[in-house]
Every structure is written in structure tokens, then in C-alpha cells.
T-cell receptor, first 115, second 113 residues
């Protein structure tokens, strides 16, 4: 069990550019979640997958945001035409199928700065 | 709808003193509640969780929390603070149907020598 990994850990981009983040969950975890965390606040839910199916999306996820999990393993989160307001920490978490309440295990996050 | 309120964005205690971090929740269904800790530039680490079994939940690093339905609270405590406990703490309520957790805004714990 190597934990949830995220890549890159840091990203600086200019406004208007597209960025893509990757999340590798703990192996055999069927659920994968994306959250966004801005300074001084708790994580805010963006979306989650069960296997390859995207089951829930937050209203925070505007048309410029898209997430995929094509083979039910790793996931990508893409932000198109970035804006300064997108600057935040993007957290990924995964959980296993066992048990009624699935504990989410978080990755280290990707910190995005849009200039 | 679910929500979490963490009372006190900053808490400061002396080393060896009691730690008390407050969390109140709102949930339309029986809640599943979590406390996480976050160190600078890192992800969230699970401290403990309440899943409708025992109301007093013990977690890692000497932390525990008590679920009080009548008060809609899930406060986090530790009898004796260590310097290494300095971090940000988040309370969260989980919605199993929607598959998401709703987090409070966090409490920054400072431990003074």
C-alpha cells in the first residue's frame, strides 16, 4: 500500500492556460474523489468516481473543469482557460469498497498558482 | 443538506495542556463524522471516525472524540498536548448517498512550549 499519489505537487501557470493533474489511488480502491481547498478553508467537494463512472459533480465544477477515470484506476482533472480564482490546492482521495462508511485516504495534493 | 461548523479558527494551548477542538454538524440523516489533521503542504490524515457504533471514539496520537446527538456535536480532545500536535484540524460529515464529505473551515492548533 503506497498511498494516494498526485502529480505534479506544484503547478504555476499563466491565466488562460490549460492544466492537467493526475491522481493515482490506492490499488483496488474503487472510489476516487476530487476536492479543492483554498487558503483558510476546508476542502470542498468537486466530484467522485466509482470505478470509471462519474457519479456526482459539484456545482463548483464549472464547464472549464473536467475529470476522467477511464479505466477505473488513475484519474485526471483538467482545468481549461485557467483563471486566478482557480488558484488552490487540489486534493484527491480514494476509498475501498469494504464497509458501509468508506474512509477516504487523501493524497498530498497539487498546489496550483495561476498568475 | 449537511454542514459542519468548527468553533474557533485558532486554538492555542501550552504543551501538556488539554486540547479541545469544537465541531458541530447538521445532517438530515444519521451522520458519519470524521476528524482529519493536515500538516503544512500535505494532504489530510484521518484521526478518527464515528460510524454509529460507540459514541466515544478513540483515534491515533491520543486523540478521541465524543458524539453527542442531542448537542449535534463531535468535539475532539486530547488530554495532554505535544508540540507535534501543532497543525490544522478538520471536522467532516460524510454523505454515503452522495459519496462526498462536507468539511468545516478548520481549526489551527498552536502548542506553546
Amino acid at each position: 500500500d503506497t498511498g494516494v499519489s498526485q502529480d505534479p505537487r506544484h503547478k504555476i501557470t499563466k491565466r488562460g492556460q490549460n492544466v492537467t493533474f493526475r491522481c493515482d489511488p490506492i490499488s483496488e480502491h474503487n472510489r476516487l474523489y476530487w476536492y479543492r481547498q483554498t487558503l483558510g478553508q476546508g476542502p470542498e467537494f468537486l466530484t467522485y468516481f466509482q470505478n470509471e463512472a462519474q457519479l456526482e459533480k459539484s456545482r463548483l465544477l464549472s464547464d472549464r473543469f473536467s475529470a476522467e477515470r477511464p479505466k477505473g484506476s488513475f484519474s485526471t482533472l483538467e482545468i481549461q482557460r485557467t483563471e486566478q480564482g482557480d488558484s488552490a490546492m487540489y486534493l484527491c482521495a480514494s476509498s475501498s469498497p469494504s464497509g458501509m462508511v468508506q474512509t477516504q485516504y487523501f493524497g498530498p495534493g497539487t498546489r496550483l498558482l495561476v498568475l | 443538506a449537511q454542514s459542519v461548523t468548527q468553533l474557533g479558527s485558532h486554538v492555542s494551548v501550552s504543551e501538556g495542556a488539554l486540547v479541545l477542538l469544537r465541531c458541530n454538524y447538521s445532517s438530515s440523516v444519521p451522520p458519519y463524522l470524521f476528524w482529519y489533521v493536515q500538516y503544512p503542504n500535505q494532504g489530510l490524515q484521518l484521526l478518527l471516525k464515528y460510524t454509529s457504533a460507540a459514541t466515544l471514539v478513540k483515534g491515533i496520537n491520543g486523540f478521541e472524540a465524543e458524539f453527542k446527538k442531542s448537542e449535534t456535536s463531535f468535539h475532539l480532545t486530547k488530554p495532554s498536548a505535544h508540540m507535534s500536535d501543532a497543525a490544522e484540524y478538520f471536522c467532516a460529515v460524510h454523505n454515503t448517498n452522495a459519496g462526498k464529505s462536507t468539511f468545516g473551515d478548520g481549526t489551527t492548533l498552536t502548542v506553546k512550549p
